[in-house]
């Protein structure tokens, strides 16, 4: 067994630890993969020290490290199907869930072939012909990233595509659940030409193994998405080195209704919003907040086809969402869906594990609907990360606009209605990072990624995705010298 990447080559943890993935559906045993502790992440960032500070690639012509991600996206269509296997046999995802996020990693990779080549010098305009001055895009050094285990590989190419299209090194650290679409990826990277040293991957628990990639100098920035605690550690611990920190830690996301809203698009989509791979997405719109005009009847239909959604696991044809990633995570669901009944929260459907005896050996939780909420209850302001849908009911439009800014959170937000200049309003009065208009859940690499608030800082995709690794430094050049004679 060797599935560390360092300095190019494949090794065992230092201490031969390991660890075993089980797939959630039903608990079998998926692989075991060698398990990193500090002083193997030590030895990833001291590769990719050295290769940033001694080897070629950040001094790459744009062109070549377009064509490397060019033929990075190309290997990932010639293996979409085994690593869309593989990342469903971690997560417990529909294998057509899998298939789309790695139709979509081939398109973030892409894209950053072509940004890769974009402007890296910008001329700064002068009144003074005697002087020129520019400034000058470049890599930022060492990046240390840390990924979640909803969206393995996806968000793995949100940091390691323009990572590398800027020219930095780095050194990945997926979550200790899902690793196996990460050890893909970085083998990919590597028979596309990468130079040994600038991919490093390390597997393992974030104590051990994450934890160098805030905490050590010679790591110049640190790109982290999980948990708003975590990512408060993280900034915490980078701050003593001041390296460059971008965060993305969830949502506590609004989906707005109002009254005049095509009604069969609004209810389907409120439920694609929260149970999509059984709300464990951190964009998840799990508050509802529909105008009391038509709450009722709404709430019902929602209540009904929620009740009829199938379980099970990545490669039930009929299934259309599966289980949670762990007994643990499923027992955090079920308290906070206890305690949401202890504040006055009327359960309308689900609120425990499916009866079906098929799927007792996998983390399966039912699609929960709690109506009766208001803002101020801990169901409506801490995050399930499961699926759990709260309602708010609303008057008027200002109402609606305070209630849906009314969290610690600012990732993502739905707006519902027919009156084209009321969605406008309330898109821009809405403090989340990411408003959808009549629709849910949709991104394109091309558009920038990331929360107001607790849900972060910084930008993921797009061309500020691109910018979080890259420095800018101003050249200043005196064409005709002279003395300046300020001490004569």
């Not at 006055?344 to 425990?352: E, N, P, Q, T």
């Not at 109506?371 to 801990?378: L, P, Y």
């Not at 995050?383 to 800014?405: C, K, M, Q, Y």
Request: proline fraction near 6%; glycine fraction near 10%; hydrophobic fraction near 40%.
């Amino acid at each position: 067994m060797a599935d560390l990447y360092i300095d190019g080559g494949w090794r065992p943890a230092r201490d031969g630890g390991t660890r075993q993935i089980r797939c959630p559906a039903d608990g079998t045993l998926v692989t075991e993969v060698d398990e990193a502790t500090a002083s193997d992440t030590v030895a990833a960032i001291r590769a990719a020290r050295h290769a940033f500070d001694h080897g070629d690639w950040p001094r790459t012509d744009a062109a070549e490290r377009s064509d490397v991600l060019s033929r990075t996206a190309h290997l990932l269509r010639r293996d979409r199907a085994e690593i869309a296997r593989a990342e469903s046999l971690d997560t417990g995802k529909r294998l057509v869930e899998s298939e789309l996020d790695v139709d979509d990693v081939i398109g973030v990779f892409d894209y950053y072939a072509t940004a890769a080549a974009d402007e890296t010098t910008r001329p700064v305009d002068l009144a003074d012909p005697s002087k020129a001055s520019r400034i000058q895009y470049e890599p930022i050094g060492v990046c240390g990233l840390i990924t979640p285990w909803n969206y393995p590989l996806l968000q793995t190419s949100w940091k390691v595509a323009p990572a590398l299209a800027a020219g930095n090194t780095f050194v990945l650290k997926p979550s200790e659940l899902t690793p196996s679409s990460a050890i893909r990826l970085v083998a990919l990277l590597a028979e596309a030409g990468l130079p040994a040293g600038v991919a490093n991957l390390v597997l393992g628990a974030g104590p051990e193994a994450g934890a160098p990639l805030a905490e050590h100098p010679d790591v110049d920035l640190l790109s982290f998405t999980g948990g708003l605690h975590t990512g408060r550690l993280l900034m915490a611990t980078a701050a003593a080195t001041v390296k460059k920190v971008t965060l993305e830690l969830g949502g506590k996301n609004p989906n707005v209704v109002f009254a005049d809203a095509d009604w069969q698009a609004s209810v389907d989509n409120a439920l694609t919003a929260v149970f999509l791979h059984s709300g464990q997405v951190c964009s998840a719109g799990t508050r509802l907040i529909v105008q009391a005009d038509i709450a009722d009847d709404f709430v019902t239909e929602v209540v009904e086809r929620a009740g009829q959604i199938k379980l099970g696991g990545p490669f039930d044809p009929d299934a259309r969402t599966g289980p949670l990633i762990s007994a643990a995570h499923r027992d955090k669901v079920a308290a906070y869906v206890a305690t949401g009944i202890a504040e006055g929260a009327v359960l309308r459907c689900g609120g425990g594990p499916p009866s079906d005896p098929e799927l007792t050996d996998g983390f399966y939780y039912l699609p929960t609907v709690l109506d009766q909420c208001r803002t101020g209850m801990r169901v409506v302001q801490d995050e399930s990360f499961g699926p759990v849908l709260t309602v708010e009911r609303f008057r008027d439009e200002d109402e609606a606009i305070a209630f849906a800014n009314d969290t610690i959170y600012g990732l993502a937000g739905g707006v519902w209605t027919s009156d084209a200049a009321k969605a406008d309003r309330v898109a821009s009065r809405l403090r989340h990072g990411t408003i959808w208009i009549n629709d849910f859940h949709p991104y394109v690499p091309q558009a920038e990624w990331g929360g107001f608030k607790q849900s972060g800082i910084g930008r993921e995709l797009g061309r500020s995705g691109l910018e979080e690794y890259r420095e800018a430094k101003h050249v200043w050049t005196n064409l005709r010298p002279a003395p300046s004679r300020w001490f004569d």
